[in-house]
Every structure is written in structure tokens, then in C-alpha cells.
């Protein structure tokens, strides 16, 4: 599981892509994330076939949100867009994700770098944003999975 960009401009709106391998035999079903409290997300984008759900926090924030109805064959992989404001000050934003299967069981990408399922980090950095977030290029699917995490 990845998110890219790997490193964001602070303060920019920026578009991340969550990067979901199907890595097992049997296919993803679902996908749960915990977004990074430093962030401000203003909307997620559902592959085809699949819903997204937003979840706010007490404050109103999108503190996480929740992918289900579609599936990411074996082999395969699929991305999941999100969009949010980084914040202005440098930071290492973690995205906890639990990734969801057809037989039920799950992966809990929420480790340390070097565990065998580390959650996805962005360094986010003070410098000037060069161009606005591009046109979406998540939401499409990319087969087969290189298996990276």
C-alpha cells in the first residue's frame, strides 16, 4: 500500500492516490483509512464500481473514510483518491490503512517503516507549489501488482 506524491508542499491542495495492491489469491473487497490529523481533506474519489463513505470527527474534520462495493482482482491493484490542504508547517503525515478481503481477513498497513506492512508517509515540506493538483490520475486500475508496499 503506497500514497503518492511521497512528498507535498505545506499549505498546497493537494490530490493523494492510496495505492492498493490486491496481493493475496483472492480479492480486495474493501479498504479502511485513518487520515493523518495534520491534514484538512475536502473530498475522496471512488474507483468505479466502488462508494466511498467520509467519516467526520467530533470537530466536523474528515478523520477517515471507508471503501466498499467493488473489488481488486489477485494481482491487480486500484487507487483511491483523496484530496485535502497539507498543513503550512513541514510534517510527516502516516496513513493508517486497513486493506479488506473476500475471505474476510484483513491487512493493517499501520507498521513502522521497517514492519511488513508500514503504513504510507508523506513529508510534507516548506516550499513553493509549483503548479495546482493534476487532473485526477487515481481511480484507475494497474495490473498486474509489482507487490511493492
Not at 492516490?17 to 483509512?33: D, M, N, Q, Y
Not at 474519489?45 to 471507508?66: F, L, Q, V, Y
Not at 513541514?90 to 507498521?111: C, F, M, N, R
Request: with cysteine; net charge negative; proline share 11%.
Amino acid at each position: 500500500m503506497t500514497v503518492s506524491p511521497s512528498e507535498a508542499a505545506a499549505g498546497a491542495v493537494q490530490r493523494y492516490c492510496i495505492r492498493v495492491p490486491s496481493e493475496k489469491p483472492i480479492a480486495t473487497i474493501g479498504l479502511e483509512v485513518e487520515f493523518p490529523p495534520e491534514l484538512d481533506v475536502t473530498a475522496i474519489e471512488a474507483p468505479a464500481g466502488w462508494r466511498g463513505a467520509a467519516h467526520k470527527d467530533r470537530g466536523g474534520r474528515i478523520a477517515s473514510a471507508g471503501w466498499e462495493g467493488g473489488k481488486i482482482p489477485p494481482r491487480s491493484a486500484l487507487e483511491f483518491g483523496v484530496v485535502a490542504r497539507n498543513p503550512v508547517a513541514p510534517a510527516t503525515l502516516v496513513w493508517k490503512t486497513i486493506q479488506k478481503y473476500e475471505d474476510s481477513s484483513e491487512v493493517h498497513w499501520v507498521g513502522p517503516p521497517e514492519a511488513q506492512f508500514p503504513a504510507a508517509v508523506t513529508r510534507v515540506e516548506l516550499r513553493r507549489s509549483e503548479s495546482p493538483p493534476r487532473a485526477s490520475e487515481c481511480s484507475r486500475e494497474v495490473t498486474p501488482s509489482s507487490g511493492e508496499h
